[in-house]
């Protein structure tokens, strides 16, 4: 499968972004899916991930009550609604999808990645 990441941009601390994820070329409702993100300088890590099933959600914790993360099978793509952002969410965020699978939350248990969505929160 492959993925197209959009909706990033510029921000006001305080804001709101809502980014997508469009898949191509599988069977989208197999998928388990995830957005991880990568400042400047560090590490990829979790944002949220959501099954390919019962659509059951995680998220990192402290990203919860912030960060929604959905998925619409029909439209082949997945949503993060991100509220309240801070400057600290700046980075580059990517759409990542693992055939088969149910909730993941490493960046070794994926397959597919997308290109990545630069959000940038200005304070």
């Known amino acids: 499968v492959q993925l197209q990441a959009s909706g990033g941009g510029l921000v006001q601390a305080g804001g709101s972004l809502r980014l997508s994820c469009a898949a191509s070329?599988?069977?989208?409702?197999?998928?388990?899916m995830g957005w991880f993100r990568q400042a400047a300088g560090k590490e990829r890590e979790f944002v949220a991930s959501?099954?390919?099933?019962?659509?059951?959600?995680r998220y990192a914790d402290s990203l919860k009550g912030r960060f929604t993360i959905s998925r619409d099978n029909p439209k082949n793509t997945i949503y993060l609604q991100m509220n309240s952002l801070k400057p600290e969410d700046t980075a580059v965020y990517y759409c990542?999808?693992?055939?088969?699978?149910?909730?993941?939350?490493?960046?070794?248990?994926?397959?597919?990645w997308g290109q990545g969505t630069l959000v940038t929160v200005s304070s």
């Open positions: 959501i099954s390919r099933i019962t659509s059951t959600t």
């Open positions: 990542a999808a693992k055939l088969g699978g149910g909730i993941l939350v490493l960046t070794t248990q994926y397959d597919n």
């Open positions: 070329g599988g069977t989208f409702s197999m998928y388990g």
